[in-house]
């Protein structure tokens, strides 16, 4: 296999994120799960998947295609780390789905957890309080041959800073709900 099969596989183009990829593992393997899909295929294409999975987070942003690393990456692959890969996926699909979902390897695929959301909102508040609050030191300390603070600056970041925090909110709210689903269901 290339890292363009890898690729392939899980449904990417060809210099793809690692979020894009832990989102498209996370979506294929609901999809061919053995325990889910009852496809005769399905543990073959599961097992697939999870190879692809592995080798693109490990090798996709050190190698090109052009270059002798590559080649070396990839024969490294071929001898160690493909017969892991293709065993543990073997074992995961042997369980049920829902002790696969409850593996720290399914759970790293989640692109927004609760501290990456919490910290959004952080920076939300600073950048309020920050513009606020710069602007009235301004007012009261105005720097000689500068011009007086602009409203509409201020207005600005007032509105990028309720737009980060709206968006953190919106991703909290949905964060929260998916883990007590996840939870009522276990």
Known sequence: MTINDYFSILGLEHGS???QIKKAYRKKAREFHPDINPSSSAEDMFILIT?????LLTYSNRVSRENEEYDRAMEDWRKYRQARSQHRAKVYAQTSYVRFKNTNFYKQTRIFD???IIFSMIVSVMVL???VLGYIYRIHHP???LESPSIWMLVSFIL???LLFIVSF???KAYT????KHRTRS
Not at 51 to 55: G, I, K, N
Not at 177 to 180: D, L, P
């Open 129 to 131: 309080l920050v513009s």
């Open 114 to 116: 609760g501290t990456t």
């Open 17 to 19: 994120s690692k979020d």
């Open 177 to 180: 709900e998916t883990s007590k």
């Open 51 to 55: 190879e692809a999975y592995e080798f």
């Open 143 to 145: 720097v000689p041959g």
């Open 170 to 172: 919106i991703h909290l």
């Open 160 to 162: 990028f800073g309720m």
